[in-house]
């Protein structure tokens, strides 16, 4: 496959993955767990408490609400939402 998006570390294509889920293709669940484990990464490393990564996503939220919502803000709020399943699921190390 390749995207028009930016590459991930391993060369594959963020556009990849979308078409791959939109598509209903049958990888849609390797890829959603590969991103689920990258977004586990990520939150690793920024070595922010839990409560912090809380506070800061709370605040990410409020800015949106008060600035045009869904209608403006929606990709982002959808990925506020991918980040915070993904903090909810790590084990507590990761944290």
């Given at each position: ?8 570390g ?66 982002l709020?959808?990925?506020l ?5 993904a ?9």
């Amino acid at each position: 496959m390749t995207g028009d998006g930016p590459a991930n570390g391993d060369g594959a294509r963020v556009d990849d993955a979308r078409v791959v889920i939109e598509n209903g293709d049958a990888r849609a669940d390797i890829v959603v767990d590969d991103a689920r484990g990258v977004m586990a990464e990520t939150l690793a490393a920024l070595e922010m408490p839990r409560r912090g990564l809380g506070r800061w996503f709370a605040h990410d939220r409020r800015f949106c609400g008060a600035h045009g919502g869904a209608r403006v803000y929606g990709e982002l709020l959808e990925l506020l939402d991918r980040y915070e399943t993904a903090l909810a699921e790590a084990p507590e190390r990761e944290r």
